[in-house]
């Protein structure tokens, strides 16, 4: 038979079908779950067996281990993971993506599920366009699951048969003949395949197919196999491109976890493949009728890879720690986004876990401070791509700052459900507050670079007089976090309340002077009265940021004065 290019490109949209109804299949199941998918993530991470456990229940419900390390990724980005924590859910991942072969082995060749996809399609349709998001994300469930099987089957049909082909079995043939050095072209093979298609479980179906129709060996599909797992790191490589250097070197984790995975099996190749071929052949007593048992051969070979491999990495999460650390240094002046003292659960004693919130209250203000220094650098930013990194790293900080506010909060309610005395009561009451207002704080930093980029979109510019103005408020306003900050930091009481005070009631008024000049300016037509609007809301912005600062003084003041 003549294998033409519109074969070629229906074999190409099959691949198409496949891959969109794994997308479309693992979206819905996701928005299905919402947040509940990223708080097992963190709740369920506390030591590194229940991390495996983890990374195997969400890769299972979502088909995808890409999308669970992609996932991974980003909350290590965002501080919600550790590297170590996140490595074990990455190993958990490796297994649960085992999940859809045996799904594609047991289903999609016993029974055709393309029978079943079009009917599905019937029951999926009125909920695709029911107004409940739960129950939309519920039918794209269906949708996804009916498309990737009916891509299944046309990747079947559309494959080129090469048993009827014998100029390209002859071809393939040259390449299946050369012992051990055809296996380590097949790992390769794999290995870009799977990094061109960016999923694993669609190069895992076309390996079942050429193994159940003859065309490659057992050996050489398991080779294709052990390529796959190096190939499907590639996407969360690229998801951490833009990402910080914790968030680098999960995603290099996960590519050291393969590669070792792919070196030991291959230097235990023969041994572990006849493993295999007893468990299928002997143990399960799966048949060799219609070349199934190649299809469950491969499955149970992609599975026992990646749980051995788990079982022998699972104990050196910290070695692989370190490893990537080394590969991937800390760059200067960037920061890890995580708790630093009270991430490892309270303490023995109330009074020591408030001693660790206490340290944790005074990096949170400096993280603040260092945010509206940020800021005051945007005003000034003109380059269009260093404005918008800028931009971008401002918005992370306003979410990290929301993510420390809850993370202190739970753990000083936590810390006030044990047995305190009632001056300790009053401190963590006080405390709580002091995050409230600094988060506040984190929130006008972020109104501040929205207004600023608001005027940035606009035809005009500020006027000298008024880029003046503003950088004598952003003094005052550093001026009084600079102060709030020596105030929290002062463990022996020496440091005066009334300075932040009085710089309050310095901003208060520069405020009040700049409100009624820039009713006369804008009369006087010296900016039109937009631009009156973006510098009025820079400075009432700056007050109230002012205000915040204030408040955590009191609350800390008030503190004191208790223990006093």
């Known amino acids: 038979m003549e294998y033409s290019f519109y074969d070629f490109l229906a074999l190409l949209g099959s691949l198409a079908l496949f891959l969109y109804g794994m997308k479309i299949m693992s979206e819905g199941l996701q928005k299905f779950a919402g947040d509940r998918l990223r708080n097992i993530l963190t709740a369920m991470t506390t030591n590194r067996v229940t991390g495996v456990l983890t990374g195997m229940l969400i ?13 991974v990724v980003s909350f290590v980005n965002a501080g919600l993971l550790t590297l170590a924590e996140s490595i074990g859910v990455i190993m958990g991942a490796n297994i649960g993506t085992t999940v859809t072969a045996w799904i594609i082995s047991a289903l999609g060749f016993k029974v055709d599920m393309s029978v079943f996809a079009l009917p599905l399609l019937a029951f999926g349709i009125p909920l695709l366009f029911s107004k409940r998001s739960s129950r939309k994300s519920v039918g794209e469930f269906i949708f996804g699951f009916s498309f990737l099987f009916m891509g299944l089957n046309l990747l079947k049909t559309n494959a080129p048969d090469l048993s009827q082909n014998p100029d390209m079995l002859a071809f393939v043939q ?12 097949f790992v390769l093979i794999g290995t870009i395949l799977t990094m061109i298609v960016q999923a694993s479980a669609a ?9 159940a129709n003859g065309w490659i060996s057992f050996e050489l599909g398991a080779a294709l196999v052990l390529g796959e797992n190096i190939g499907t790191t590639i996407t969360a490589n690229l998801a951490a491109l833009t990402a910080n250097t914790q968030a680098k070197r999960a995603a290099m984790a996960h590519l ?9 099996v291959l230097v235990l190749f023969r041994p572990f493949l006849a493993a295999v071929d007893w468990i299928i052949s002997d143990f399960m007593h799966i048949s060799e009728a219609g070349g199934v048992a190649v299809s469950f051969k491969l499955s149970a070979f992609h599975t026992c890879f990646n749980v051995c491999n788990v079982l022998i990495l699972i104990w050196f999460i910290h070695p692989i720690e370190k490893t990537v650390c080394r590969i991937i240094p800390q760059k200067e002046q960037e920061e890890e986004y995580r708790l630093q003292f009270i991430s490892g659960g309270m303490l023995s004693t109330a009074e020591l876990s408030i001693l660790q919130a206490r340290k944790e209250i005074n990096l949170f203000a400096a993280r603040i401070r260092r945010m509206f220094g940020m800021v005051r650098d945007l005003l000034h930013t ?18 990290i700052s929301d993510r420390m506010e809850v993370e202190i909060a739970n753990y000083l309610t936590a810390v006030a459900e044990g047995r305190l005395s009632s001056e300790s009561k009053i401190q963590i009451r006080e405390m709580l507050r002091e995050v409230t207002e600094i988060e506040s704080i984190g929130d006008s930093c972020y109104n501040l670079a929205r207004t600023i980029n608001r005027k940035r979109k606009g035809n005009e510019d500020f006027t000298q007089a008024q880029y003046g103005h503003i950088s004598q408020m952003f003094q005052l306003t550093d001026n009084a976090l600079a102060q709030m900050i020596v105030l929290l930091e ?7 309340v009334n300075k932040s005070f009085n710089i309050e009631m310095e901003i ?24 009156g609007i973006h510098y009025m809301d820079i400075i009432a912005e700056c007050e109230k940021l002012g205000d915040y600062a204030v408040n955590v003084v009191e609350a800390h003041s008030e503190k004191k004065q208790s223990e006093a």
Do not use: P
């Open 59 to 71: 890769t299972a419900l979502v088909q995808s281990s890409s999308a669970t390390t992609v996932m």
């Open 174 to 185: 040259n390449y299946t003949d050369m012992g051990f050095f055809s296996v380590i072209l």
């Open 203 to 211: 190069t895992m179906a076309i390996t079942l197919i050429m193994c």
């Open 256 to 264: 050291m976890f393969n590669v070792f995975g792919v070196i030991w």
């Open 382 to 399: 003109e380059n269009e791509n260093d404005f918008n990194k800028l931009f971008s790293r401002i918005e992370k900080y306003e979410n």
């Open 490 to 496: 002062d463990t022996h009481h020496q440091v005066d």
């Open 508 to 531: 208060n008024n520069y405020r009040n002077q700049l409100k009624s000049q820039n009713i006369l300016d804008v009369n006087d037509k010296k900016y039109d009265y937009q631009m």
